[in-house]
């Protein structure tokens, strides 16, 4: 049975969506534990589930609507928390009030049950390959433009005092990350849903801080955990029955564990 599963398109695709969302987490998730932007990233998950819920009721696809959702708030939260004690702030602010609204959004789908389970836990054995293009071309657009923010994005991550100090632009910085990361948390929310969405955009990176301080090699370590926790929990669903996203979680929590044992104690600080 697994061996059949693993000759159809429906589970080529879902690999190929794994792969590409496991590599743009692990692109953005050193930024996030440098940045200690984890608050964020659940909460821009969490008004993802309201994009998506708006979306669909409007006759938009859920990633659309995910897209539109997460890049707004966002935006909002560039604004709203560009200093760091304001950030979790504002954060709190906007996911209560979204939250509200996401649940009326749902309360309105015909299809409440299924479509709000599918968000929540996330459904990758069902994207297609017009979503698959998608996210290709969302990857592709975050990567760009995360390479040639990449110094300074790192020195406001590491040393924001000093950063703006030495005139780096932290305000446009500070606006511009939430939206790379609102990209890809709608892109990861099909893999993953909105409840385990720090599952790829923080755990891998967490335990590539444990591992290394250099910023190239710790991106690489979170690239490589994200992908194959990803591709590793579709393989092990095929294989044994329970959800996709709840393997992903097991294999990105073990590499942390497995990091906290084997990495030096003072990278941690």
């Known amino acids: 049975m697994f061996s059949q599963l693993l000759a159809t398109h429906f589970v080529h695709v879902a690999l190929a969506a794994a792969t590409v969302v496991g590599i743009l987490a692990g692109l953005l998730g050193p930024f996030v534990v440098a940045r200690n932007n984890a608050f964020a990233v659940h909460g821009i998950a969490e008004l993802g589930l309201t994009g998506a819920a708006g979306g669909l009721l409007i006759g938009l696809d859920a990633t659309t609507g995910a897209l539109l959702g997460s890049v707004t708030v966002g935006v909002l939260l560039g604004v709203l928390g560009l200093r760091g004690r304001d950030r979790d702030t504002a954060t709190g602010t906007l996911l209560a009030a979204g939250l509200g609204l996401g649940v009326l959004f749902l309360s309105r789908l015909h299809t409440y049950a ?31 433009i995360l390479a040639a ?21 932290t305000r446009g910085l500070a606006v511009a990350f939430p939206v790379l990361l609102a990209a890809a948390v709608a ?80 990278l941690a600080r």
Not at 125 to 134: A, E, G, N, P
């Open 114 to 144: 299924t479509t709000g389970f599918g968000l929540l836990f996330g459904s990758i054995t069902s994207v297609s390959d017009t979503q698959l293009h998608r996210l290709l071309l969302i990857t592709g657009a975050v990567t760009v």
């Open 187 to 266: 892109t990861a929310i099909q893999v993953t849903g909105v409840l385990l969405i720090l599952t790829l955009l923080v755990t891998p990176a967490a335990a590539a801080h444990r591992l290394t301080s250099r910023p190239g090699t710790a991106v690489a370590v979170s690239v490589a955990v994200a992908v194959v926790a990803a591709d590793g929990g579709i393989l092990a669903s095929l294989q044994w029955d329970a959800p996709t996203s709840f393997y992903i979680a097991v294999f990105s929590f073990a590499a942390y564990v497995f990091a906290r044992i084997i990495g030096r104690p003072e």
């Open 149 to 169: 923010l990449w110094r300074p994005l790192w020195f406001t991550s590491v040393d924001p005092d000093t950063a703006e100090a030495r005139g780096v632009p």
